[in-house]
């Protein structure tokens, strides 16, 4: 329910409904939990069991849209209510949330498997055809041309997957898409990690990492996409593809450290032109050249930063990640103080007008009035009695909702800073240490060893008489 329910992903919840129950994932939880414990045999907090299959105490839908059908946000979330009230009727408990950080835009609708009146919903082949066909209803009669053909015999599939086999593209390549589509939204490898895995990939650490595309059968080691989707690759086409290597524009105030950098761009350069090093692509809509070398771009970034920010000495900039370390715990500390405030202020808002709106209500049961007493007392400690006591506290949430809005965008410059400041030093160490070219050179021989061993293993064919 947090994740559904993220602000950050629901523009601040504006983008969030609910049915029966509240927007607030812990409201939303005790709802949904106080009617399934009255109806099922089971507990709604109770744990899955050590084998076979627990109950099914909620359902989760992930509902996205083509784009090629340009559904706004609103539209998108319109539907989402309509496909819910049609499906599930008017007493069903259900939090409908639309997300707009991804590529496309997608509805997460989590409904619980009781209603108030204690229909059991029952998620099996004849439930999940109907909720196929009704998506189909809704999206048509608000002008939406179903992306794929749920009326039709055979396995559905995601629309992705539909996408990959018209085009006739195999999962290595849906893969690969799908980490440059990720690439520029990311800040480091572990983000894209996660983001592969929001979308149904399987991510697997090992001595390699793994990745499995949602419906395919077998793990494939990112080292198997291609040099340009190594660990290595990946971290540095992260790392510095907001920097570039505007080269033309530095000032040169021939430091130590730019008279290394300098060099072995140099060195690099002349492998590349000569084959004799990996070839990884800066630039993946780009055929391979000296120009779109990844090893190549990213001394060059690494070179604008040092010349940009003024980087003198490596004692310099072992000061400066000290310090920009410093400054990026504390700032950890602000957020999390200012996230537990802001939720708590959350809370109490949401208290209030449930309060506010309830207080007259004589037709209620004995929880409800249970809940707002309890409610009652608490917003009797901050003294207000009164909807206009909201106003100030309104003010004071998104107060803090801007706070926290520019402490992660701080947070988020500070780590990008200090990972590069981290990989310019680790750079120059083996740079200095004269490690860098012969690295370089090492890595391209084991590499042409390996291919060449993979072309003896091969079955050759026989020829014929």
Same mark, same amino acid.
């Given at each position: 329910m947090r994740y559904i329910l993220n602000p950050d992903k629901t523009e601040d919840r504006l983008l969030t409904s609910s049915i029966n129950c509240m927007t607030e994932p812990e409201f939303a939880y005790t709802a949904m939990s106080a009617v399934y414990d009255q109806y099922a045999k089971d507990r709604f907090d109770s744990p899955s069991p050590n084998s076979g299959k627990g109950t099914v105490k909620a359902i989760h839908y992930i509902m996205s849209f083509a784009d090629s059908e340009n559904v706004t946000p609103e539209l998108a979330h319109k539907i989402g209510k309509a496909l819910v009230r049609?499906?599930?009727?008017?007493?069903?408990?259900?939090?409908?949330?639309?997300?707009?950080?991804?590529?496309?835009?997608?509805?997460?609708?989590?409904?619980?498997?009781?209603?108030?009146?204690?229909?059991?919903?029952?998620?099996?082949?004849?439930?999940?055809?109907?909720?196929?066909?009704?998506t189909n209803g809704v999206c048509r009669a608000y002008g939406i041309t179903p992306a794929l053909n749920f009326e039709n015999e055979g396995r559905s599939m995601n629309y992705s997957e539909w996408q990959h086999r018209r085009n006739g593209t195999s999962w290595k390549e849906q893969i690969r898409q799908e980490i440059d589509r990720l690439i520029p939204t990311v800040n480091d490898l572990d983000d894209l990690l996660s983001e592969l895995e929001r979308r149904g990939y399987t991510i697997k650490r090992d001595k390699y990492l793994y990745i499995k595309a949602p419906r395919q059968k077998r793990s494939v080691s990112l080292w198997k996409l291609g040099e340009d989707y190594t660990e290595y690759s990946l971290n540095a086409r992260i790392i510095w593809r907001a920097v570039g290597n505007g080269n033309s524009e530095l000032r040169f105030t021939n430091s130590e450290i730019e008279r290394a950098h300098l060099g072995i761009i140099s060195k690099v350069r002349i492998l590349a032109a000569e084959n004799k090093k990996v070839p990884r692509r800066a630039d993946n809509n780009a055929p391979y050249s000296v120009k779109n070398?990844?090893?190549?771009?990213?001394?060059?970034?690494?070179?604008?930063v040092i010349n940009r920010d003024r980087i003198h000495?490596?004692?310099?900039?072992?000061?400066?990640?000290?310090?920009?370390?410093?400054?990026?715990?504390?700032?950890?500390?602000?957020?999390? !103080?200012? $996230?537990? %405030? /802001?939720?708590?202020? !959350?809370? $109490?808002? %949401? /208290?209030?007008?449930y309060y506010f709106a309830n207080r007259d209500n004589y037709d209620m049961t004995a929880e409800d009035i249970n809940r707002l007493e309890i409610i009652k007392n608490i917003i009797r400690e901050y003294n207000i009695s009164s909807p206009q006591d909201l106003i100030g506290l309104r003010f004071r949430n998104n107060d803090l909702l801007k706070n926290i809005t520019d402490t992660k965008d701080m947070l988020s410059q500070r780590k990008n800073k200090l990972v590069r400041y981290v990989d310019i030093r680790d750079t120059y160490n083996r740079i200095s240490h004269g490690d860098y070219i012969s690295n370089l050179v090492e890595e391209e021989k084991s590499r042409r060893e390996q291919e060449k061993q993979k072309e003896n293993n091969k079955p050759k064919k026989r020829k014929g008489r």
């Open positions: 049609k499906m599930f009727g008017d007493d069903a408990v259900a939090v409908i949330a639309t997300h707009v950080n991804a590529e496309h835009i997608h509805n997460h609708i989590l409904v619980c498997s009781y209603s108030l009146s204690g229909q059991k919903f029952y998620d099996n082949k004849a439930t999940v055809r109907k909720m196929r066909e009704t070398d990844l090893d190549v771009f990213c001394l060059s970034a690494q070179l604008t000495s490596i004692g310099d900039l072992e000061g400066r990640i000290k310090k920009i370390s410093a400054e990026y715990s504390a700032m950890q500390e602000q957020l999390a !103080q200012e $996230l537990l %405030e /802001q939720e708590k202020l !959350q809370t $109490l808002i %949401e /208290q209030c007008e």
